[in-house]
């Protein structure tokens, strides 16, 4: 199933107080706990509150998050500038797992942001497309909740080496987890190989790390796999950790 951000109940939600104090306690326990464990621990405690975000590189949360929460919601930051590939595995994912996928929509459209920044500013700006198309969307979404997953891991960038299972997200004010942070692209295959999960095609054809279509290249054989995002430019992140 699929929905909107703007068609989601918007639901009870504890304090930051509580939710700090639920850290505060699970977090030595669930340091060296496996994805499972983790995402057990976070369907037990937040129920309908949690949100699992996923770029649609490939199924693997969605895959581990359904498992532990039938009926899960799945995050996806819809730009409106994706390959049709990913959303295709987007809709694949609705069809074959039991998960209700919620596209987080920007506020504008991208002629209605051509219209009012000028065209192409993924190329002339990228960090204000990323804060309109992604961060702000993303946010709006993440305030109905009181906690999020994540598919970072630490060995996808320097940036990314100390990311910690669970955390307090200042930005967006709820509880961050990160089940597959100790994993690595082995444990990654593995996963996928043991358990059929569903793959975006573009994976296969070169692209190991997939965003929108403008600001996502095939890198060069044997290249950091990120250094396809935003090549040619400074930026490495689009915002959304940190
Ligand atoms: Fe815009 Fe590129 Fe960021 Fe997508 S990845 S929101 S197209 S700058």
Known sequence: MTADSTTTDI?????????RALIEDAAPRLAEASAQ??????????????????????????????RAQPGVDILFLETGYHFAE?????????????????????????AEQDAAEGPQLHDRDPNRCCFLRKVLPLRNTLARYEAWVTGVRRVE????????????????????????????????????AEHGVLVNPLVPAGYPSIGCQPCTHKPAPGADPRSGRWAGTSKTECGLHG
Not at 11 to 19: A, E, F, K, S, V
Not at 43 to 60: H, K
């Open 86 to 110: 990913t959303i295709g595995t987007r809709d694949a994912a609705a069809q074959i797992y039991d998960i209700n996928v919620v596209n987080a929509l920007p506020e504008q459209t991208v």
């Open 157 to 192: 960038a320097p940036t990314r080496a100390n990311t910690p299972v669970l955390t307090w997200d200042d930005r967006n004010g709820l509880v961050k987890i990160n089940p597959l942070a100790a994993w690595s692209d082995e444990d990654m295959d593995n996963y996928i």
């Open 11 to 19: 639901g009870t939600r504890r304090g930051d107080d509580q939710l």
């Open 37 to 66: 464990d983790i995402l057990q621990w976070a369907a037990e405690n937040f129920g309908d509150e949690l949100i699992v975000a996923s770029n649609m590189q490939d199924a693997v949360l969605v895959d581990l998050a359904a």
